[in-house]
C-alpha cells in the first residue's frame, strides 16, 4: 500500500452505462491528480486538484467528470464511454509547494468499454 | 512545451549487471521525478530531484539542469527492478511531462 487507494481494481463497462471510480489518501496531501495511461502513449494529466479546487483540466472530454468532495477524496465519474477509453486510470497526490516532495500513486483501475 | 526524451526505449540486462537510463528535457525545469512501474501497474515514485545527486540503496539520479539531463543508476539489478522507468518534469507543482519510459528486463 502506497497510501493512496483505489477502487476498484479493474471495471468492465458498456458504453451506456455510468460507473464512478473512486480515489482516497491517506497522506495529508493538498493536491490530487487523475491521469489516463493507454498502451504505448506517456502518461496523460487528465485533472489536477489543489485545496479542493480544480486547477488543470487539459481538454478532457466531457463524459469524464471529477469530484473531490474533500482533499482526501477524489471520484471520476464515466458516462457513455468510447472503447479508445479503455486505459488504466491512476490517481495520484502531493504536497504541492513543498519542495522535495514527489508524487504517490496508487495502484489504478484498469477501464475496458466494451 | 517542455519535450522528454528517455534512452534506451529497452534494455535488458542479465541479474547483477548495472546500468544507466538517461532522461533529457528541453527547458529549464524546477520538478524532475523518477517512477519505476512494475509489471503489475503500480508506480513508485523513486526520485524527487531537480537537480543534484541522491542515493536510495542500489538507485542514484543525478540531475544537471544546466545541461538538462537526468541520470538513474541502477546497481547489482535484482529481477524485481524489471518494469518501466519514467522520468517526469515540470516547471510547476501541478503539471508534469512524462517520458516514454525505458522499458527494463532483468533476467536471472
Known amino acids: 500500500e502506497t497510501g493512496v487507494t483505489q477502487t476498484p481494481r479493474h471495471l468492465v463497462m458498456g458504453m451506456t452505462n455510468k460507473k464512478s471510480l473512486k480515489c482516497e489518501q491517506h497522506?495529508?496531501?493538498?493536491?490530487m491528480y487523475w491521469y489516463k495511461q493507454s498502451a504505448k502513449k506517456p502518461l496523460e494529466l487528465m485533472f489536477v486538484y489543489s485545496l479542493e479546487e480544480r486547477v488543470e483540466n487539459n481538454s478532457v472530454p466531457s463524459r469524464f467528470s471529477p469530484e473531490c468532495p474533500n482533499s482526501s477524496h477524489l471520484f471520476l465519474h464515466l458516462h457513455t464511454l468510447q472503447p479508445e477509453d479503455s486505459a488504466l486510470y491512476l490517481c495520484?497526490?502531493?504536497?504541492?509547494?513543498?519542495?522535495?516532495?514527489?508524487?504517490?500513486f496508487g495502484s489504478g483501475t484498469r477501464l475496458t468499454v466494451v | 512545451g517542455i519535450q522528454v526524451e528517455q534512452s534506451p526505449p529497452d534494455l535488458i540486462l542479465q541479474e547483477g549487471a548495472n546500468s544507466t537510463l538517461r532522461c533529457n528535457f528541453s527547458?529549464?525545469?524546477?520538478?524532475l521525478q523518477w517512477f519505476h512501474q512494475n509489471p503489475w501497474g503500480q508506480l513508485i515514485n523513486l526520485f524527487y530531484i531537480p537537480s543534484g545527486t541522491k542515493q536510495n540503496g542500489r538507485l542514484s539520479a543525478t540531475t544537471v539542469a544546466t545541461e538538462r539531463y537526468s541520470l538513474l543508476y541502477i546497481s547489482s539489478s535484482q529481477t524485481t527492478d524489471s518494469g518501466v522507468y519514467f522520468c517526469a518534469v515540470g516547471d510547476s507543482n501541478y503539471q508534469l511531462i512524462w517520458g516514454a519510459g525505458t522499458k527494463l528486463i532483468i533476467k536471472p
Open positions: 495520484a497526490s502531493s504536497q504541492a509547494g513543498i519542495e522535495g516532495y514527489g508524487y504517490t
Open positions: 497522506l495529508g496531501h493538498n493536491a
Open positions: 527547458d529549464s525545469v524546477n520538478n
